[in-house]
């Protein structure tokens, strides 16, 4: 069968056929080129490479596989990059981290084990550990780098290798890019320095998820209204992650001491035996803790991720259902919330900024207005909200910031999105609630009847292997060389491409720069001021359609009505962009 093959993947699955991979894999190569020639091309036909998350792939053999040989190389050329980077430098370090997932314990050991055979001391976490905590310890640590073994919330086939640079912050470019190009340079798995140096591999443990831990009770702005709330129930899962223990502990921290969990899902397991996708945006998998929540007359429910950096939220509305609150809703509640907060405390002097992504809701940014914080718009990727506050560390001060993939972030010590310290700060937001009579439901409609009722939507579009990664890209170049000139009977009045770095006014014709990092990304901004965004995800095979329009909420008692209108309207423009 190999003459149905591509000789370029045959030629590089080949490879692998002999010394110095192990016979295990060597037999599983054997068989794909023999029986499984599609997925033969699916392991080999490319290179796994950075995107907004790092390494991403289907575990299995294979270059555009996630194995020991891949992480192995991938580790070899950033240690290489670190090494380059600090020439002559003798004490350089690294933390590392893994999630729940299957192998994640092993890549960790294995990326510890080269870094360590580098001359790389490395902190390696005895067990489990959210994503927010590595990017914490590089900071705290004062390493150059970091890696954290997970692939978020994608099914269990996937695992992954997010590396970061020694701000505590995803590599960014130029890094991406160089550490890309270091990567490339490790030809096999013969160029990896596989002696590993155990005498430079420490370990991290419960000592230091306390001074984490400490630092997240430290953005505590309401303990007083914690006091009087303690006994408001809240429901959390962590979807068999890794927020199993830090979370209830930081909730228990601020003061709450009616935390239930759920225990089939406390359970650490790399297979998410309870859920079809272990995805907090999925309301599947919100269901159990929905259930345990009724049983016991709770408030809020929350869940995160299995690297517990996203958080996904349920809330009871005025009929005392539950209901979910997609990503921008919950990050409109926490910005809310901090804004008022720093205001009441006196704590806004004018130097404070907030950030969030360009496909995240602008609710966020009118709310920034208010209190006269300043306010930035980056590319997706949480990775370039750290940037930000980076480029402003020690000038400016950092409140909060978010992204609408349910990714938050309160204060600066972490430099990624963090589960942990947001539902710390998403169920003192609830008590804040609570505390004048109101729940988080009701004060979201306050939001909107203040700042306009902002209604998003996403919409993802799966396209699976090489084909599917070929017709994401002819779909952006069609909708970029042949944009539509009016979505659902609304002009076009703006396009932003992310790509050219141009934003192009249909109006008058003129031109201005888009001062961003260069994306494949569009946006299209129409006359009743709808705005949709395209992108192709970064980190699965999927393109990204997302959708945000507006109305005025001008009697709260209204909100169903004018809900179903703004539903409609996204419909309508889905309909007309033919997705």
């Not at 430290?218 to 009087?228: A, N, Y």
């Not at 690297?307 to 009871?316: E, K, M, N, P």
């Amino acid at each position: 069968m190999s003459n149905t093959i591509d000789p370029q993947v045959l030629a590089k699955a080949q490879e692998w056929l002999k010394a110095p991979y192990d016979q295990e894999t060597i037999v599983k190569v054997q068989q794909l080129i023999d029986k499984d020639p599609q997925e033969l091309t699916e392991s080999f036909y490319r290179s796994l490479e950075f995107g907004t998350g790092g390494l991403r792939g289907i575990m299995g053999v294979g270059t555009n596989r996630m194995n020991k040989y891949t992480v192995a190389m991938a580790t070899q050329g950033l240690a290489n990059y670190i090494k380059k980077m600090y020439p002559g430098k003798q004490d350089l370090s690294m933390a590392v981290a893994h999630d729940c997932r299957n192998n994640s314990d092993y890549f960790a050991r294995i990326t510890a084990e080269v870094m360590s055979a580098n001359g790389i001391r490395v902190y390696l976490f005895e067990s489990l550990r959210p994503t927010p905590e590595l990017s914490f310890a590089i900071r705290q640590m004062k390493c150059q780098s970091g890696v954290v073994i997970t692939a978020s919330h994608n099914p269990k086939e996937y695992n992954g290798y997010k590396a970061y640079w020694e701000d505590g912050g995803q590599l960014i470019s130029p890094h991406d890019k160089n550490v890309i190009a270091e990567v490339e340079k490790i030809k096999s798995p013969a160029d990896v320095n596989f002696n590993a140096n155990q005498s430079l591999i420490e370990t991290l443990g419960e000592a230091f998820d306390q001074i984490y831990l400490d630092r997240i009770k430290g953005l505590s702005l309401s303990p007083e209204v914690i006091q009087r709330q303690k006994n408001f129930k809240i429901v959390y899962t962590p979807i068999h992650g890794t927020g199993v223990n830090l979370v209830p502990k930081a909730l228990k921290m601020f003061g709450f001491e009616s935390v239930y969990g759920v225990d089939a899902q406390n359970v650490v397991d790399g297979n998410f035996p309870t859920v079809k996708s272990p995805n907090p945006e999925e309301p599947a998998a919100l269901s159990m803790a929905i259930e345990r929540a009724k049983e016991v007359d709770a408030q809020l429910v929350m869940a995160t991720d299995p690297d517990a950096d996203r958080v996904g939220l349920a809330v009871r509305n005025d009929s005392g259902e539950f209901v979910l609150l997609n990503g921008n809703q919950a990050a409109s509640l926490l910005m809310n919330y901090l804004l008022h907060k720093w205001n009441e405390n006196g704590k806004l002097t004018g130097k404070e900024f907030i950030v969030k992504t360009i496909v995240t809701s602008e609710l966020l940014f009118n709310m920034a207005d208010k209190y006269k914080v300043e306010k930035f718009d980056v590319l997706t990727g949480f990775k370039y909200i750290a940037d930000i506050i980076l480029q402003n560390e020690g000038k400016k001060y950092f409140i909060g910031g978010g992204e609408e993939s349910y990714g938050y972030l309160v204060g600066d010590f972490v430099r990624d999105k963090d589960a942990v310290s947001s539902c710390a700060m998403l169920a003192e937001t609830a008590a804040w609630a609570a505390d004048q009579g109101k729940s988080m439901y009701q004060m979201l409609k306050e939001i909107y009847h203040e700042f306009g009722f902002y209604k998003e939507k996403l919409l993802s579009v799966t396209k699976k292997g090489k084909a599917g990664a070929e017709e994401i890209k002819a779909m952006m170049e069609r909708f970029r060389s042949n944009p539509p000139l009016e979505i659902a009977g609304s002009k076009l009045v703006e396009i932003k491409d992310y790509k050219l770095g141009v934003s192009r006014s249909l109006k008058d014709g003129t031109e201005k720069p888009i001062n961003l990092p260069k994306s494949d990304v569009l946006q299209f901004f129409t006359e009743d001021g709808s705005k949709i965004s395209v992108r192709p995800s970064g980190t699965e095979p999927k393109i990204k359609f997302y959708f945000g329009i507006k109305s005025q909420l001008d009697n709260i008692n209204d909100f169903d009505k004018v809900d179903a209108l703004l539903e409609n309207r996204i419909n309508d423009v889905i309909k007309s962009l033919e997705i």
